[in-house]
């Protein structure tokens, strides 16, 4: 049964209309969606406990790619945890072993005292199987180069954590499939070092980061210097380089006395979570209603890899179950259409693929309107060769028969998958364009402000499947910086991927504690 209210039509090209219409994001709808956005920045950087979170790091130094030292990094973000060995070379370079670890639902869901356990034991297993050097300190820090027997570790959690200092910050929420119980409101970091204690192991962690912070501070070592980090993958989230000047939350601290610059971990998957300016559709509202965490996470329920396949199941089924006749299938489906979360985003990266194909002639992509039938014969044979690999990837991910698969139904799933992507690229534009305006690289379109650096690179390091692998997400994302920032600061964002930047993140994060100890 469908999870929202089918379509009950006249004319078949209305449904296909309004859905065309619901997904469409126009350039007003951006540019209030920015401006909000700023707002959001500002509450969070005023106050503790707000949605848009704006978490201090107590990063407040960025690599230049000089750094060196040889650290463990513990990287938990979603299905799988990461367990690394990272050697800074000094040079912008640096090599890495690793181990994957699956987390079970049964742990992700369990309690928190299990699923860190599974995290010591991992640590303790990579170790043993993988560790191919000493676990040397910095040589300008004597005391801790004397402590060889000691193994420090900087943790990258990929979850919303009010941090006190760079080596401590307690829980606020989980997300990303994640409930473990009893954990929410403690020290993510103690939980760690208790279960690495509970062992007996000579673990220590030092360092605790946002894999979006580690996104900034691995391009920063990289490419020797960065001003924002962004994940867009099975989560999103953004950190960039604030002035501390700017963060009234922190007055009174050791931290305000400095002054200076911090990286902020924004946490912008919680933008808007009242939805009163997002481009909700019913397909959203479905999907959030039947979610581990309704009203939470709002934004990240727009673009992120997690739900982007979601939502188009819930756009598909609503077409197999239109009256007075089916719009999609004839009508059948499969138990893996219908399964919840049952089609992946990787589908949607496969069909886009097939549609892009070898043949960029405007011929290739022409097909009748969907409110009409259409058969094979009416198609050039570059479409029909598109729309075969289409079919193909349909029958594999969603198990129906090629026979149940036109060519037609093929057009239909590869339009419902663009234009949940094109909208997902077009508002994680929006994301960046804030970072831009708010450290005064940019001004939004329409509006004038003194920009600073207006020459400057501006680096962004980013990581994640979406914007590695999801054909032309970089190019919409930048189509979007440019209607709100302009191109001429758009032609200076110089995206870069933050190559295993939770890893190397985490390794810089506990290269700068040890040197602050």
């Given at each position: 049964?469908?999870?929202?209210?089918?379509?009950?039509?006249?004319?078949?090209?209305?449904?296909?209309?309004?859905?065309?219409?619901?997904?469409?994001?126009d350039?007003?709808?951006?540019?209030?969606?920015?401006?909000?956005?700023?707002?959001?920045?500002?509450?969070?950087?005023?106050?503790?406990?707000?949605?848009?979170?704006?978490?201090?790091?107590?990063?407040?130094?960025?690599?230049?790619?000089?750094?060196?030292?040889?650290?463990?990094?513990?990287?938990?973000?979603?299905t799988?945890?990461?367990?690394?060995?990272?050697?800074?070379?000094?040079?912008?370079?640096?090599?890495?072993?690793?181990?994957?670890?699956?987390?079970?639902?049964?742990?992700?869901?369990?309690?928190?005292?299990?699923?860190?356990?599974?995290?010591?034991?991992?640590?303790?297993?990579?170790?043993?199987?993988?560790?191919?050097?000493?676990?040397?300190?910095?040589?300008?820090?004597?005391?801790?180069?004397a402590s060889?027997?000691?193994?420090?570790?900087?943790?990258?959690?990929?979850?919303?954590?009010?941090?006190?200092?760079?080596?401590?910050?307690?829980?606020?929420?989980?997300?990303?499939?994640?409930?473990?119980?009893?954990a929410?409101?403690?020290d993510?970091?103690?939980?760690?070092?208790?279960?690495?204690?509970?062992?007996h192991?000579?673990?220590?962690?030092?360092?605790?980061?946002?894999?979006?912070?580690?996104?900034?501070?691995?391009?920063?070592?990289?490419?020797?210097?960065?001003?924002?980090?962004?994940?867009?993958?099975?989560?999103?989230?953004?950190?960039?380089?604030?002035?501390?000047?700017?963060?009234?939350?922190?007055a009174?601290?050791?931290?305000?006395?400095?002054?200076?610059?911090?990286?902020?971990?924004?946490?912008?998957?919680?933008?808007?979570?009242?939805?009163?300016?997002?481009?909700?559709?019913?397909?959203?509202?479905?999907?959030?209603?039947?979610?581990?965490?309704?009203s939470?996470?709002?934004?990240?329920?727009?673009?992120?890899?997690?739900?982007?396949?979601e939502?188009?199941?819930?756009v598909?089924?609503?077409?197999?179950?239109?009256?007075?006749?089916?719009?999609?299938?004839?009508?059948?489906?499969?138990?893996?259409?219908?399964?919840?979360?049952?089609?992946?985003?990787?589908?949607?990266?496969?069909?886009?693929?097939?549609?892009?194909?070898?043949?960029n002639?405007?011929?290739?992509?022409?097909h009748?309107?969907f409110?009409?039938?259409?058969s094979?014969e009416?198609?050039?044979?570059?479409?029909?060769?598109?729309?075969?690999?289409?079919?193909?990837?349909?029958?594999?991910?969603?198990?129906?028969?090629e026979?149940?698969?036109s060519?037609?139904?093929?057009?239909?799933?590869?339009?419902?998958?663009?234009?949940?992507a094109?909208?997902?690229?077009?508002?994680?534009?929006?994301?960046?364009?804030?970072v831009?305006i708010?450290?005064?690289?940019?001004?939004?379109?329409?509006e004038?402000?003194?920009?600073?650096?207006?020459?400057?690179?501006?680096?962004?390091?980013?990581?994640?499947?979406?914007?590695?692998?999801?054909?032309?997400?970089?190019?919409?994302?930048?189509?979007?910086?440019?209607l709100?920032?302009?191109?001429?600061?758009?032609?200076?964002?110089?995206?870069?991927?933050?190559?295993?930047?939770s890893?190397?993140?985490?390794?810089?994060?506990?290269?700068?504690a040890?040197?602050?100890s």
């Amino acid at each position: 049964m469908s999870s929202i209210s089918i379509h009950q039509y006249n004319d078949p090209q209305a449904v296909f209309d309004l859905i065309d219409k619901q997904f469409s994001v126009d350039d007003n709808v951006l540019l209030d969606l920015t401006k909000t956005f700023l707002e959001e920045f500002k509450v969070g950087l005023a106050n503790y406990n707000q949605a848009m979170a704006m978490i201090p790091s107590f990063v407040t130094g960025v690599p230049d790619g000089t750094e060196t030292g040889t650290f463990l990094a513990l990287d938990l973000g979603g299905t799988n945890l990461r367990v690394c060995e990272v050697v800074l070379n000094g040079d912008k370079t640096f090599s890495l072993v690793q181990q994957k670890y699956r987390v079970s639902e049964t742990l992700k869901a369990g309690e928190a005292t299990a699923l860190f356990d599974y995290l010591a034991d991992s640590v303790d297993a990579f170790l043993t199987t993988h560790a191919t050097t000493d676990y040397t300190s910095p040589q300008d820090n004597k005391e801790a180069a004397a402590s060889n027997s000691e193994v420090h570790l900087g943790l990258t959690f990929s979850f919303p954590v009010e941090q006190t200092a760079l080596g401590s910050g307690k829980i606020l929420t989980w997300t990303k499939g994640f409930s473990a119980k009893n954990a929410i409101g403690n020290d993510v970091v103690k939980l760690l070092q208790d279960a690495f204690d509970r062992k007996h192991m000579h673990v220590k962690c030092v360092a605790l980061v946002n894999d979006t912070v580690g996104a900034l501070l691995s391009r920063a070592y990289t490419a020797g210097g960065c001003i924002a980090g962004a994940i867009f993958g099975t989560g999103t989230n953004g950190a960039y380089i604030e002035q501390v000047a700017n963060i009234p939350k922190l007055a009174g601290s050791a931290a305000a006395a400095r002054g200076g610059e911090m990286v902020i971990n924004t946490e912008w998957g919680a933008f808007n979570n009242s939805r009163s300016h997002l481009p909700t559709t019913p397909y959203d509202q479905a999907l959030d209603r039947l979610s581990i965490n309704p009203s939470f996470q709002a934004f990240e329920k727009f673009i992120s890899g997690m739900y982007l396949g979601e939502i188009v199941r819930h756009v598909m089924v609503s077409l197999v179950d239109a009256v007075p006749k089916a719009l999609l299938f004839s009508g059948k489906s499969t138990p893996e259409l219908n399964k919840h979360y049952g089609l992946d985003t990787s589908f949607m990266s496969a069909v886009e693929e097939a549609w892009i194909g070898d043949s960029n002639e405007p011929d290739s992509f022409e097909h009748p309107p969907f409110g009409q039938e259409f058969s094979k014969e009416q198609l050039s044979p570059k479409v029909v060769a598109k729309l075969d690999r289409i079919r193909k990837t349909i029958v594999e991910h969603l198990a129906f028969k090629e026979e149940q698969v036109s060519y037609k139904d093929a057009a239909i799933v590869r339009w419902i998958c663009s234009l949940v992507a094109r909208r997902a690229a077009l508002l994680s534009g929006v994301a960046v364009a804030t970072v831009l305006i708010q450290t005064k690289h940019a001004s939004l379109k329409g509006e004038h402000s003194e920009i600073k650096g207006i020459n400057d690179r501006l680096g962004l390091g980013v990581d994640g499947s979406l914007v590695e692998h999801y054909p032309n997400f970089t190019k919409i994302l930048r189509e979007s910086l440019r209607l709100l920032v302009g191109e001429a600061v758009e032609k200076r964002v110089e995206i870069g991927l933050a190559k295993d930047g939770s890893g190397v993140g985490a390794a810089l994060c506990a290269l700068m504690a040890l040197k602050h100890s």
